[in-house]
């Protein structure tokens, strides 16, 4: 490995693990109050990430708090640009007073796996939030929709792997509604962050996909979530 991977989580989202968490990643994902989250909780969040220099970002999801933002939902390219500009507007809105910086973009859940494989839908998202920050990282799936749209209009671009979900052969994530979705267990987890600072995962046919990513993305309202972090956080330091 001969570049530094950044470490990113979701916070903000009303799991128990936020403040053991944000030692040990260098980016967060803030919900902003749709899919979960509100406005108050996003405020904390963020000085938190001020008092550990972490990444502040806006994780831009459906309205759907009763699904947590999973659960797909037909949209058009205008319906994607409405959500993703109000929500990075209304971040936005709370940071400014504070002086805080707005450091990336992260969609999540469905309306990110949606705006992965739909390049006008993708298209829609990224210019939403262009019009909003002009100097915004955009975080998407390496390889993706988002990448190539986000690409197309000069955003800074962060290409993202995830270490505690498993993959299709074609690059994309398994669907939450497959039992073998996420990794159980810490080795499952290290040993794909591990694969993943090598330049590829293995699919869960047994497929291996080649892969440059920029960013690593642990989920932070998972049952091992801390434990994950702090283990692949060593592992990476110790390869260097």
């Given amino acids: ?13 009303g799991a128990a693990f936020d403040r053991e968490l944000i030692e040990l990643i260098d980016s967060a994902n803030i919900a902003c109050g749709f899919h979960a989250g509100s406005p108050s909780l996003l405020r904390e969040t963020a000085l938190l990430c001020l008092d550990h220099g972490v990444h ?10 009763e ?3 999973r659960l797909e939902h037909p949209l058009t390219p205008q319906e994607v640009y409405e959500l993703v500009t109000f929500q990075v507007a209304g971040v936005l809105g709370i940071l400014n007073p504070l002086d805080l910086p707005l450091h990336h973009v992260k969609l999540h859940g469905a309306l990110y ?10 298209r829609a998202a990224v210019h939403g ?6 100097d915004v990282v955009f ?4 390889g993706s929709a988002q990448i190539q749209a986000a690409q197309e209009i000069g955003m800074k671009v962060w290409q993202e792997a ?3 979900r498993t993959y299709q052969p074609e690059g994309s994530l398994t669907p939450r509604s497959h039992p073998q979705a996420l990794h159980q267990s810490t080795e499952a987890a290290l040993q794909q962050a591990l ?9 869960l046919n047994g497929e291996r996909i080649e892969l440059q990513a920029d960013t690593l993305c642990l989920h932070g309202d998972g049952a091992h979530a801390v434990e994950f972090a702090r283990t692949v956080r060593e592992a990476l330091k110790h390869r260097g």
């Fill in 56 to 65: 502040i970002g806006a994780h831009p999801g459906h309205l759907d708090r």
């Fill in 129 to 134: 939030i262009l019009e909003q920050h002009q």
């Fill in 162 to 164: 995830f270490l505690d």
């Fill in 139 to 142: 975080y998407g799936l390496a």
């Fill in 1 to 13: 490995m001969d570049r530094i991977l950044d470490l990113n989580c979701d916070l903000g989202e």
């Fill in 113 to 122: 796996n949606q705006t992965a494989r739909d390049l006008k839908l993708a």
């Fill in 67 to 69: 699904n947590f933002g």
């Fill in 195 to 203: 694969n993943i600072a090598d330049g590829f995962v293995v699919a």
